[in-house]
């Protein structure tokens, strides 16, 4: 059984849990508090201070995209890369796409406009301390706030922001058209990276408003998460720090 280090609400932790859930690996979590991996306490796990982190045996795999090949080469099947290159590089291409710019709508949106921080910040701050939870909740927005505006989308007005988002469903819409997924005819890593963005955009107001505009990719949406959904299992063996 593997062991993910994990930020629960973190995108690219969904995105890894419906890998292994898709690939049918056994795993089991452990939930790390921000403050702690912010703090280096789990420095020898992650230099970084970022999660999520694999450990699969004596190997241990940071980022989500390297874990993501890393499944793949260890559980082949199901296949989450194409066999064709073309489409294998488009896979590439919208996984990257998905991580470095889908992903700043959803800090922004979600983490940073006030009536959406009020219901996710709490949420990322479950598995702190009491005391340290009340402590961080009015800053974890400023900080998130500064990351985005220091990389541009968090230094535009909400309207350009939601209007941008909105393009990007377009063009997922059209790469869609009338097919069941992203890249060829079978769920790819592509479907999976996207998703993972969208189902947290999906979280702000906003973003959830654009989907519903968008029957296209609300339909995708479904049966993305459909082929990944991880059940609730009262019986899981998580660990929580």
Same mark, same amino acid.
């Given at each position: 059984m593997v062991l993910l280090y994990q930020f629960e609400i973190s995108p690219f932790c969904d995105k890894v849990r419906r890998i292994l859930h898709y690939k049918e690996v056994p795993y089991r979590v452990v939930e790390i508090p921000p403050s702690e991996a912010a703090s280096g306490r789990w420095k020898e796990i992650s230099p970084t201070g970022k999660f999520p982190v694999l450990e699969d045996g004596s190997t241990r795999i940071l980022d989500s995209t390297d874990i993501a090949r890393h499944l793949e080469a260890r559980h082949p099947s199901p296949a989450l890369l194409p066999a064709d290159p073309r489409d294998r590089a488009l896979v590439h291409v919208l996984e990257d796409w998905a991580d *470095?710019?889908?992903? %700043? %709508?959803?800090?922004?949106? $979600? #983490?940073?406009?006030?009536?959406?921080?009020?219901?996710? =910040?709490? *949420?990322? #701050?479950?598995?702190?301390?009491?005391?340290?939870?009340?402590?961080?909740?009015? =800053? !974890?927005?400023?900080?998130?706030?500064?990351?985005?505006?220091?990389?541009?989308?968090?230094?535009?007005?909400?309207?350009? =922001?939601?209007?941008?988002?909105?393009?990007h469903l377009d063009a997922? +819409? +059209?790469?869609?058209?009338?097919?069941?997924?992203?890249?060829?005819?079978? #769920?790819?890593?592509?479907?999976? +990276?996207?998703?993972?963005? #969208? %189902?947290?955009?999906?979280?702000?107001? *906003?973003?959830?408003?654009?989907?519903?505009?968008?029957?296209? !990719?609300?339909?995708?949406?479904? $049966?993305?998460?459909?082929?990944?959904?991880?059940?609730?299992?009262?019986?899981a063996a998580d660990a929580h720090a």
């Open positions: *470095e710019s889908l992903y %700043f %709508f959803e800090m922004t949106m $979600r #983490l940073s406009w006030p009536q959406n921080a009020a219901r996710w =910040v709490p *949420e990322l #701050l479950r598995a702190e301390k009491p005391l340290v939870r009340r402590l961080m909740q009015p =800053v !974890v927005p400023r900080i998130v706030s500064r990351t985005t505006r220091s990389q541009g989308l968090g230094r535009k007005d909400p309207e350009t =922001v939601v209007a941008e988002l909105g393009a997922i +819409a +059209a790469l869609l058209g009338d097919g069941p997924w992203l890249v060829g005819d079978a #769920l790819s890593l592509a479907d999976i +990276a996207v998703y993972a963005q #969208l %189902f947290c955009i999906a979280g702000a107001v *906003e973003g959830a408003e654009a989907i519903a505009a968008r029957p296209v !990719v609300g339909a995708w949406m479904e $049966r993305v998460d459909d082929a990944t959904h991880i059940p609730a299992d009262p019986a």
